[in-house]
């Protein structure tokens, strides 16, 4: 018996923005889920919570030729006609995997669908969610906070970053879902923490609720000020978030031996190649000994990072050192808008789409 | 009793590539010894080997606004009307510092002139000859090779590039000084070598005197397609001696997990900063988690590479499994031409100019 298996499919390769109705479709498909054979290994979950990633952005190009692609999870491009892939949680309803059986909560990667029928490579990655925690904490927070929501952070802080008391850290895209919890993070661990978001709720919400030492809204401020102002031992670690400009004017604040984290470039997604902004300083990276280093979070994934970024996490949820704000949304329908409204900067923290109750 | 002394100094600005009469002016100065004043841990040095090295063009430069300076060993300016400070192998002649004896050789920063009166911060930086190795070893290689020279490419290649055997490295600027020593240490460590100089004449030398497993001359390639074919495998390691559209290019051709040793931009230095290259690609970081990483040679001195360094080297020279080349130009006055000549890619390995006989 099929049952409804709505999926987001790319219609068009947006060239800039995305927008929701031009480049994606939601199509009214069906799964049947108990005719269906499995090859080995794989299984089929049902999606209970979508995490809205702005990687995924990355995944939505159209092949370039003079750009050599290489495998990693991020790079894999969606076709036209395919459906979207994100992180999420969900449930598994049918298994030919030994290490899931029908029953367990799981986070991985799945399509923006109701049902994702998941390969042996993917079905790799999953990890499982204990239920047992779930008397402590909220279901939704395994999509947008304590998988990779929380390590990408976590671990490429730690690990790059090297943070060390006394520091100053400054976070661009700070009241991003991963901003949000790298000026904790640093706190926590004894640094100045200095953080810019494109609103003035924004910048009150670091202030007054994070505690974070400085915050600016960029878009109002002259950055090479603020951060004189506010970075006047200069800059430390650099968390990039956003990339372009930012970079370069931040490069010249950056002290001899900083760390600069490259989580992410927000600000160069959505631009066609000729129109990315060219960065003119890299000279600076050898004349301070900078080390600007670059991570994708499922490499920590099975490390002894993950471990400790685990424990840590419970514990410090549980005492009340880590805030965190989530948005949900209800509704597969939705996933589009709220997939495209991430590049309008207007949300504080994750967005996360419900698609089925548990 | 007072002798020539004579010094290089700067006369303007260089704003592109410096001109040897119009930037530059060795001005007949005279120097009393014996009637010298020194301070705590002061020397005075008569310099015999003076390395001309393309860093120098680095302390050349008019402040500029909107720069923060961090003062590193390579960003402290040379002002007008100064004598040009380098490195070089030099006798110590008159000391009031207890680790130096007259007729000491030592190796240090100097200026660009028969003697100089060294300061106790730059006179702790110097480090002693010994006059035993000089049996085997010409003292014009301690200018060229065996200290900084050498440092440079094996400190930063090992701790930096972390080589692993098989991997495939691509050296730009690889008939430089430091490129060659790099295209050979790697070959020693059992890597694949891909080099790149901008004459068939350096080419020749890499492919057939080196044994490189590939060389281009890039001004007659196109470096994409060239990478293509002679990196099949991707790049692991990337030594970056010139940056600006290189860097961008090759970032392409990056593998997961490659490491990118910053060691120089050398098509950057002679740029005002708004015609620099702006490199547009730099997401390729986090994409492929690559980790790219400068120094300046100093941070290495007194840290166990450099012994290990000195004990590779001296064998790896004996062994004949380093070959080198140096082209010693004869006389102060012809210093400033030389420097200047660095920058027209004529020559192939490190410059040095002879000051005065030992
Ligand atoms: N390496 C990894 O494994 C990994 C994993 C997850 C995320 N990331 C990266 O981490 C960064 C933050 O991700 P997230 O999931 O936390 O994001 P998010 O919660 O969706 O927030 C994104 C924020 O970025 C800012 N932004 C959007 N467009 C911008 C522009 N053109 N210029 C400057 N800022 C812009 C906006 O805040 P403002 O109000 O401040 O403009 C927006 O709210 C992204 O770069 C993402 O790609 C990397
Ligand atoms: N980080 C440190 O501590 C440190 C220490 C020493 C040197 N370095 C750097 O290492 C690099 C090599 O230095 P070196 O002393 O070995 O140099 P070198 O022997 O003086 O050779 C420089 C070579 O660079 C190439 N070149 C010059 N202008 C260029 C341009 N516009 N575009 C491309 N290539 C150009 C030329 O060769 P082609 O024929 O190939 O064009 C030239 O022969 C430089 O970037 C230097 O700043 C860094």
Known sequence: MAVSNKGLILKEYPKGLPNADKHFELVPRTIDIKNLNLGENEIVVKNIYLSLDPYVRFTLREPEPEY???????????????????????????????????????????????????????????????????????LSYYASLLKMGGLTPYASLISIGKPKKGETIYVSAAASAIGLLVGQIAKIKGLKVVGSAGSDEKVDYLLNELKFDAAFNYKKTDLNKALSEYCPNGIDIYYENVGGQTLETVLNHCNQFSRIVVCGMISQYNLPFNEKYGVKNLEIIFLRSITMQGFIVSQYLGTDIQNEFEKDFTEWIKAGKIVYREKVIDGIENIAEGFVNLFDGRNIGRTIVKVSDY
Chains 1, 2 share one sequence.
Request: net charge negative; glycine share 8%; proline share 6%.
């Open 68 to 138: 050599v692609s290489v495998d990693t999870l991020l790079e894999k491009r969606v076709s036209i006609g395919q459906v979207i892939i994100g992180v999420g949680v969900s449930e598994v309803v049918k298994t030919n995997n030994p290490n899931f059986k029908v029953g367990d909560l799981v986070y991985g990667p799945v399509g923006w669908e109701e049902y994702s029928h998941i390969k042996s490579d993917f079905a790799a990655i999953f990890s499982p969610i204990n239920k047992e925690s779930l008397k402590d904490i909220p």
